[in-house]
């Protein structure tokens, strides 16, 4: 079965630093998604990307967070200047009408 | 604002008995909807999707949608004590963006 692939599992960063989170999606899926999913809390829709561009953010996607998809397979969420309730796990999901896969996550620890 | 909305539970039912799992949405556009099952700490999990009006059974599990009401459920029938998780409704809109409810929490007492 196809999977993706996230890295990595966990990350601990200090208040203020800047974290990248990476994704290797399915090969032949255009749609890409970011989660977040706070400890306890729901999972919360954050970016969506297709053709290498953004296609939907939701308001809590804002000038801190950035996607990119350098090298066609690497699908990646910088965040900016963290924050303490950014910690969270993150899912990235390569959806494609009926088919959905998550990653297992990346949890992140702002300390 | 495209809402998905579920009761957080949780929901015990005992084992063998059936659990029904019950989601609102507020996009009349919504085109698909699936059910995933989340254990703690873990990625969601795909159960089903469903897109037409009515019934999809799956082995123990049918998903009912009235696109009318706006309304999805998932019923698992024979529950087992290996069901108990957290049950997210997920809706697409017509981009392909996918929203979640909060999720049910289920316990299947042996």
């Known amino acids: 079965e196809p999977e993706v692939t996230q890295t990595p599992s966990h990350q601990v960063t200090q208040m203020g630093q800047e974290v990248i989170l990476r994704c290797v999606p399915i090969s032949n899926h255009l749609y890409f998604y970011w989660y977040r999913q706070i400890l306890g809390q729901k999972v919360e829709f954050l970016v969506s990307f297709y053709n290498n561009e953004i296609s939907e953010k939701s308001e809590i996607f804002d000038d801190q967070f950035s996607v990119e998809r350098p090298d066609g397979s690497n699908f990646t969420l910088k965040i900016r200047s963290t924050k303490l309730e950014d910690s969270a796990m993150y899912f990235c999901a390569s959806i494609r009408v009926t088919e959905s896969f998550f990653g297992q996550g990346s949890r992140l620890s702002v300390v | 604002q495209k809402e998905v909305e579920q009761n957080s539970g949780p929901l015990s039912v005992p084992e063998g008995a059936i659990a029904s799992l019950n989601c609102t949405y507020s996009?009349?556009?919504?085109?698909?909807f699936f059910w995933y099952r989340q254990y703690s700490g873990k990625s969601p999990e795909l159960i089903m999707f469903?897109?037409?009006?009515g019934d999809k059974e799956d082995g123990r599990f049918t998903a009912q949608l009235n696109k009318a009401s706006q309304y999805v459920s998932l019923l698992i029938r024979d529950s087992q004590p290996s069901d108990s998780a957290t049950y997210l409704c997920a809706v697409t809109d017509n981009n392909n963006d996918m929203r979640f409810g909060a999720g049910t929490r289920l316990t299947v007492k042996p």
């Open positions: 469903i897109y037409s009006n």
């Open positions: 996009d009349r556009g919504s085109q698909s």
